[in-house]
């Protein structure tokens, strides 16, 4: 492959898109005439201005956000918006609804209770975190102040297609790390999205934060200058220093998503990805076995088990071999996983399921 | 010169050694054989663990630090931790000292102050800090769970080369964010030691926090997981994703000072460079004045003034022509300012006095 690059199928860092990197590599030394590299200039310059304001614009314009969302980039990753979050919308006088479906639900859960009231609206522990509620299944606060969700399980490998409902305009806030700018859906719902970028936005380091502006407006002040969302909304997150690459590196990404035709170009391709994928391991008659249920399969993250441990290790063994990187499940669970972000392409996927289909015939 | 490239004398985001840009740019597509771009690899891999690995090495070696220190790489910049040391080490029955010399020490100090007791040890307001306090000056607490200072101020170009000494072992907690590594210093009184990265060390978006271990044990547990020191320290940086490009960009970094002999090549160079620059202002005869008081002066932002703000403004604006980017001062104070951190070279400071020689011939 062009610079003797594998397939990466990383859960995260993850594969970037190669036309990206190939921008970055091109104007490294001397960013657009400036004389140096982007990673050295002021965030207080112009040319820092233009590149930030340009990834607000191109995130507004693939998620269809109106001027009533605040798109914000801080630091610390979704884990740190599970302590913000609560610290910011919660007390102990108020209550909020939790999905937990899986690692990262449990994670948010146990900050939230840290500061206010969680109702866990479902419990996904009772069917081993391989299945997703159904919407009758949610057990809904009449009093949230919001309803918390995962939106894809990068661990479990299930993602949600179908976003839960809540009644009275309840928001809902979703941690959408792993599957962000993945497929088309409508955003009115959601008084807050957040993310790390390091699965389908960019680098790690950077973290995306979309704030409602009715949302938003209840957050609590009564916090330190950087756990407070009015900072980063007043200042346009300029308070302090941003990671102005990872946004460079954002905005780039998000410029290549624009060119695919947006999230209906890129649905359309993880679409194609994922029918591929789990429609490989339907064929194999169970040799390649997805644990999760049909309806919850997610198109970022595909987790499988072989007949055997010792097959799986010779799966991803032989498959580092062939190209193709980062095929172990998570040490929580095992098994294999390949993970198939936006910047995975159809020729990966295709090449992927031929190895597997070679390696089943020699081993099956 | 080279790839076209200018002197960046930006105050942060800045310059990186040229050395260390090369060698990214060399590897970008393909990390030593791995098929991918570092940026794109997982934090979980055994070759990022390598480069974590020898980022903390490279940081014991450089500042002559113990087994008994702790070497983080964090998120949220110098701010994040102005929040994040009072939440963890006071309570309304603690005091801290605090040494206020300007925009950042104030900010430490108002964080500080929803937690516990401060203590102004030494209020350079007094002074519109242009000069840093003499030991005998400070009013320390004797019963002080840390005394914070910031080693180096950008804005108004002021540096310690004495640090301050306390009573009873309490330890010295110090924002490095500006100077850290730029010369020799004794580490053994330091609690804590803290920089965002973007000024010495790397790119915006990484935090180096170093704690000796007897003091990190007295901070505090009862807050979220993001914020407690104890994650970081138990995980190795590895709780949740770290800015894992900014970590190899600071090993490189790193590398490239010890290669320059380490702290003391380096402050060989830096001592040059800052008596080249402020040896030219002096033989100016008053034409360029720099405001801060002799014994204050920093190495790394030196802050001038000329005539009149219309000749600052021609000096900017003439610098930028002839090859020398972000010499005008912040915006909160005016004036001109030549940040030189150690990826600015001798070369820079010998071209830019050239250049402020002629000015002044011209326009004297």
New interface residues.
Partial sequence: M?????W?F???????PLEV?EK??EQ???FQ?????E?????R?KEFDAIHNNTIAMMKKLLGLGDNYHVLF???????Q???LP?GFLDKNKTADYINTGTWST?AI??AQ?FGNVNVAFDGNEVDFMRLPKQEELKLSANAEYLHFTSNNTIKGTQFFDFPKTENGIPLVCDMSSDILSHRFDPAPFGMMYA?A?KNLG????TLVILRDDFYQKASTNV????KYKTHVDKNSL????????IY?MGLVLNWIDGLGGLEGVEKINKAKADLLYGTMKESNGYYRCPVAEDSRSWMNVCFRLPSEELEGMFVAQGLEA?F??MKGHRSVGGCRISMYNASPLQAIEDVTAFMKDFMAKNG
């Avoid at 062009?2 to 594998?6: G, L, M, Q, V």
């Avoid at 005439?33 to 590299?37: A, L």
């Avoid at 680098?203 to 950077?206: L, R």
């Avoid at 308070?239 to 990872?246: A, H, L, Q, R, S």
Wanted: hydrophobic share 35%; net charge positive; proline share 4%.
């Fill in positions: 062009k610079h003797d690059r594998i990466n990383n859960a995260g860092p993850a594969a970037l990197l970055v590599h490294w030394f001397n005439g400036s004389g140096m590299c990673i050295e200039m002021s965030h310059s801080v630091q610390g990753g979704a884990s740190q599970f302590g913000m610290m994670k146990k900050e840290l790390g390091q680098p790690s380091g950077v330190t200058s950087m756990l308070y302090n220093t941003p990671n102005t690459f990872g590196l190209g990187c980062g």
